[in-house]
């Protein structure tokens, strides 16, 4: 079955400190992954997207992310954290069953320290 | 301007009442969606729709349902066979369910609490 994996609930990390927010996938083809953000109260935001080609993806607010095939990994990644970043981070698989749904992770909660 | 907008942002309900939580987009996109999220557990997948007069049944559907009958709209009932209704819930739209890796849009939530 397809899953996605965020190991970490909690993240803290020092304003301009870089910043690696860790996701796995569960997924038996070429997966579709995505990542998202989301302020409190708010709905979601996409960051980046994944569908095939270079492996490393650049997105917005300075974000990027890195599919890596062998470990089954999409980790997003930013060199320099500002305090507006604090929020909660989902990384979601494009799955095929009839159609193409999108399967979520449990998502992390980004604190920025000032 | 485009978007998904949802109503109310917030709502309350009497327990044993239904409730129904409004949904339109004007994207002119065939699909959307509705999630439940609860803390810690991301978001799941209540119901979908693939295209006007059609809606399939996610992964927590029971207590909840829907109507397809516009385009632009995609209204949820919470009933009062759901036994934990208490959440947030988001609707999502996308151009279609049938392109590989198609990109959801999400509106900004309706948070139901049940007194």
């Known amino acids: 079955a397809q899953s996605v994996t965020q190991p970490d609930i909690h993240i803290t990390v020092s304003e301009g400190a870089s910043l690696e927010l860790r996701c796995n996938y569960s997924?038996?083809?070429?997966?579709?992954l995505f990542w998202y953000v989301q302020s409190p109260g708010q709905g979601l935001q996409l960051l980046l997207k994944y569908f095939s080609g270079d492996t490393l993806v650049q997105g917005i607010k300075g974000f990027e992310a890195e599919f890596k095939r062998s470990q089954s990994s999409f980790n997003l990644r930013k060199p320099s954290v500002h305090w507006s970043d604090a929020a909660e981070y989902f990384c979601a698989v494009g799955a095929k069953d009839s159609s193409y749904k999108l399967i979520f992770g449990s998502g992390t909660r980004l604190l920025v320290r000032p | 301007d485009g978007g998904i907008t949802q109503s109310p942002k917030y709502l309350f309900r009497k327990e044993g009442q239904n409730v129904t939580l409004s949904c339109e987009q004007n994207?002119?996109?065939?699909?959307m969606y509705w999630y439940r999220q609860d803390p810690g557990q991301g978001l799941r997948l209540i119901y979908y729709s693939q295209i006007v007069n059609d809606f399939q049944k996610g992964d927590i559907a029971e207590g909840y349902s829907v109507s397809r009958e516009k385009k632009e709209s995609f209204p949820l009932t919470v009933t009062s066979a759901q036994k934990n209704p208490t959440a947030f819930y988001l609707c999502?739209?996308?151009?279609?369910?049938?392109?590989?890796?198609?990109?959801?849009?999400f509106g900004p939530g309706t948070r139901l609490t049940v007194l």
């Open positions: 997924y038996g083809a070429t997966p579709y």
């Open positions: 994207l002119n996109h065939d699909a």
């Open positions: 999502a739209s996308s151009i279609s369910t049938r392109l590989a890796g198609n990109q959801q849009f």
